[in-house]
């Protein structure tokens, strides 16, 4: 509880805040437009555990031949997080790459060594963004998305990409968003609820049911 | 209602306390009552052992397994710590489930898809000196059928969001 604390503030004061400011002068709030094309680059962060398994779920029922080509971010430690992309991705038969980045803070790593490291996974992530160009981010957690989606609204406001930032808060959270929820909801284009609970509390998010299939 | 193979499950963590509970003689006096011959515990990384000295209800534990898909497919009824991935497994499989709080560990958010899903009547809830009563009293046919197809709509709405720019 307390390292998911610190790596919030951290993460918060660090990068986050200033960020922001600077994304308000530049204005990014523009008008967006439609996606056009009939295939978009798609993005999408592994976590791991009850996380990656959500995740593959949706992408499962994404449209593979509009959602082309994926390319996925994982950590380079996270073996169980592999297979279950490898078993997806046979399934759908698509176009997709796999990028595997440094972990930000393995277990039991001391905080002032995990803010370097966290920096070099940080570091690390930024040409893969930017030279993949995703039109879609996709994520759900936990804290390790945060960088990625980061570098993903910074190329919005310098680069001028129009990428789009998904987050997916967990069917567990029922009361409140996640950290991780809480942080992206100022960086991500949609926030997606899995209750309504949450849906009442955070207005910017869109409650899952509010689609109809 | 008779509960032949019962399963109880601890997750990853331990839980003694409910192992214990399963087997003091209140609750096997329970079980017995609903039929049951078969008791299959996961007992995670609990220190307790269970044994059972009984003609009626044969016992058979574990600790980890990669899956317990097929321990859950097989049960009559499932009893579950509070985690949200066993919940939702059990449920997904059209098991009646209970789940028992565990009272030493609060504010663990884990716990809170478990406490919306009794809430909601999709399963019962129970801390351990409740259980036998819940086993009594569970009636799979007064719970509501739980279907999850929250992955199928999370990815309808990302598409209507990328392609349409709009979400209802």
Known sequence: MFDQLFF??????????????????FAVKR???????????????IGSGGHTSEMLRTVKHLNSQRFTPRFYIMADSDTSSLCKIVETETALKGSHRIWRIPRSRKVHQSYISSVFTT??????????????????????????????CVIGFLTKIFLFCNVRIIFIESIC????????????????DLVIVQWPELKRLYKNTVYIDEVKL | MSFEKVFVTVGTTQFDKLVSTILNGETLKVLKQKQCRQLAIQIGRGEFEPKIDDDQISLTFFRLKDSIENDIEDADLVISHAGAGTCLDVLEKKKPLI??????????????????????????????STLADAIQTINPAKLNPFTNNNDQKCASLIEKFIFYEKVS
């Not at chain 2, 789940?99 to 609060?106: F, G, K, Q, R, S």
């Open chain 1, 8 to 25: 919030t503030v951290l993460y918060t004061l660090l990068l986050l805040l200033p960020l922001y400011i600077i994304a308000s002068l």
């Open chain 1, 173 to 188: 959270r029922v009361k409140s968003l996640s950290l991780t929820g809480k942080i992206l909801i100022w960086f991500a």
């Open chain 1, 31 to 45: 008008k967006r437009h439609a996606l056009a094309s009939a295939q978009v680059k798609t993005m999408i962060v």
């Open chain 2, 99 to 128: 789940t028992v709080i565990n009272d030493d560990l609060m504010h663990n958010h884990q716990t809170e898809l478990a406490d919306k899903l009794s809430e909601d009547r999709y399963c019962v809830s129970c801390t351990c």
């Open chain 1, 119 to 148: 920096l070099y996974s940080f570091l690390y992530s930024i040409p893969i963004v930017i030279w993949n160009r995703p039109d879609v981010i996709l994520c759900n957690g936990p804290g390790t998305c945060v960088p990625i």
